[in-house]
């Protein structure tokens, strides 16, 4: 199936209202970061129910360290340009479609999206980082005021150099963190891990036979019955659209599955077998940035011990879905008892690997550090806590939302200790089989 065919569905959603039949909930990493928390649409400021559980007793913050996805993005030249092809089909099939009122609907809808528009950071997206920047800066006050250090990095995408300057306006005037503008390091080695893992690229990204769950999906009966649908409300033949990467929703399927759910299973497929669990050098690979996590932690640690000022307080990095979703799978997050496949679609319903609600746009993974005064001097004094989309998320290891900074680390010694991103991404020298080698 062709290309050129793979925007239908995504212009179907165009011209519905963005919370449409409660379809906005299954865009999976096309979400809006509001699905996750939808207190944010009356208030975009809210902290929300979990404002007051941020800091434990007795403790304070020493060092926050933030992995962000980027903001609301526009699609990509390649998407709008299929838009443009199937805009134009319809415009020209328009009048012998009255019979079709989505397809009059979408002919009539102003195709207004340029190819220069190629995945840029959206004024939404803006709006994201600046209003999620005041987020962090009221539930963390101590670590945000005045004359403290804000590192910023991001990968060298547009999006995401766009969405660091966004954050630091989101800050405001009124904090010096060594002048109006921080400079933004571009560290695509952390960002973009997977550009640089070998590995990766060649057996998976590159890989088409890596995808053979997606493929087959794509084939299966749940998106034969999309395609017949959609197709059959835009009057157009079945084999001018496709299964495609857009991964958008459109009307009911049926009184048991929908467009919607099955579309979302796609492109959680997708991603489980790209970014996830799929392959362990989806992983692995992200583990340079996971040590660089803790490697900053470690030294905030010693520079507290030895009475010192802490040199990076604040360290704000803003990527992908495609890194932060890695990450938290080495972490162990997210993971289902059974594979995603293609095959069990009906079975995966109430999975745990649903991306739109993981890294929708403007996701976020929070590390904080805390100092705590312990009358008991035998108790830990240094505590961490994890964020992921500003709610409190729980450790592995205890199933508790804090956790000492040695028990943290204890559990993941093997990967601090054991995962060597050369090792890890170094291809073998002979031909292997995906199967064999991942």
Not at 20 to 39: C, H, I, Q, W
Not at 51 to 67: D, E, F, K, M, N
Request: aromatic share 8%; with cysteine; proline share 5%.
């Amino acid at each position: 199936m062709a290309p050129r065919r793979e925007a239908a569905l995504l212009l179907l959603l165009l011209v519905l209202p963005p919370a449409s039949a409660g379809l906005s909930d299954y865009f999976g990493t096309k979400s809006r970061y509001e699905e996750v928390n939808p207190y944010l649409v009356s208030d975009p400021l809210s902290l929300g129910p979990e404002a007051g559980g941020s800091l434990p007793a007795s403790c304070t913050p020493l060092q926050l360290r933030a992995v962000l996805r980027h903001g609301t993005r526009y699609p990509t030249a390649g998407q709008i340009r299929r838009l443009g092809e199937l805009h134009a089909r319809l415009l020209r099939r328009a009048a012998a479609a009255a019979a079709c009122p989505a397809a009059v609907a979408l002919a009539d809808w102003p195709m207004w999206y340029e190819e220069s528009l190629d995945g840029q950071l959206a004024p939404q997206g803006r709006r994201d980082m600046e209003q999620l920047a005041r987020r962090m800066a009221a539930r963390f006050p101590a670590l945000f005021a005045a004359r403290r250090r804000l590192q910023l990095a991001s990968s060298s995408k547009h999006r995401c150099l766009q969405s660091g300057a966004a954050f630091r306006r989101g800050l405001g005037p009124s904090l010096d963190f060594g002048g109006d503008e921080v400079e933004i390091e571009v560290n695509d080695f952390l960002m973009r891990f997977f550009d640089h893992c070998a590995k990766f690229v060649a057996m998976v990204e590159e890989n088409d036979k890596a995808m053979c769950q997606v493929t087959a999906f794509k084939e299966g009966p749940e998106m034969k019955k999309v395609l017949e649908k959609v197709a059959s409300a835009l009057c157009l033949p079945v084999e001018e659209l496709n299964a495609v990467r857009l991964l958008r929703k459109s009307a009911p399927l049926g009184k048991e599955e929908t467009i919607a759910w099955v579309l979302e299973y796609l492109n959680d497929l997708k991603q489980y077998w790209k970014r996830g669990y799929g392959y362990d050098i989806n992983s692995r690979s992200s583990c340079v940035l996971f040590q660089d996590i803790f490697q900053h932690l470690d030294k905030a640690v010693e520079e507290s011990k030895s009475s010192k000022p802490i040199s990076s307080p604040l360290i704000v990095q803003v990527g992908h879905a495609e890194t932060l979703q890695p990450l938290l799978a080495l972490m162990g997050y997210f993971k289902d008892d059974e594979p995603l496949l293609a095959s069990n679609y009906a079975q995966q319903a109430q999975r745990k690997f649903r991306t739109g609600r993981i890294v929708p746009y403007a996701a976020n993974l929070v590390f904080v550090l805390y100092h705590c005064d312990h009358v008991n001097t035998s108790q830990e004094e240094y505590q961490v806590q994890l964020l992921l989309n500003e709610k409190l998320l729980p450790f592995h290891h205890s199933n508790e939302t804090i956790s000492t900074y040695t028990d943290l680390k204890n559990y993941y010694k093997d990967i601090l200790e054991n995962c060597h991103f050369k090792e890890e991404c170094e291809l073998s020298q002979v031909n292997v089989t995906v199967v064999d080698e991942l």
